[in-house]
């Protein structure tokens, strides 16, 4: 089962910001459709963050738009989250995804993301 690997997370004030980022290992993962952040706070269910196609195309949650900024780097299989104005409610473990065209859909185990004063 491929693994991907986040990085990136940690502790932060309120106002910060941080930038996190996920990869899937070398050579493991191939033709790449869309890749995501998701996030879970304590006690809740885990909800989209962000997502970003094929094409480019993003999608955001409601609470993170002009706060938030996905990107990617097919060459490296990468896609990162840059998180600015941090809030204490944005404080959650965030995982990232990717989706395989006409294939599986893999997860990484989660970075946690700490925003407290």
């Known amino acids: 089962q491929v693994q991907l690997v986040e990085s990136g997370g940690g502790l932060v004030q309120p106002g910060g910001s941080l930038r996190l980022s996920c990869a899937a290992p070398?050579?493991?993962?191939?033709?790449?459709?869309?890749m995501g952040w998701y996030r879970q706070a304590p006690g809740k269910g885990r909800e989209l963050v962000a997502v970003i196609a094929g094409n480019d195309i993003t999608t955001y949650a409601d609470s993170v738009k002009g706060r938030f900024t996905i990107s990617r780097s097919n060459a490296k299989n990468t896609v990162y989250l840059q998180m600015n104005s941090l809030q204490p409610e944005d404080t959650a473990v965030y995982y990232c995804?990717?989706?395989?065209?006409?294939?599986?859909?893999?997860w990484g185990k989660g970075t946690l993301v700490t925003v407290s004063s």
């Open positions: 995804n990717a989706q395989i065209l006409y294939g599986p859909t893999y």
């Open positions: 070398s050579g493991t993962v191939f033709n790449i459709n869309a």
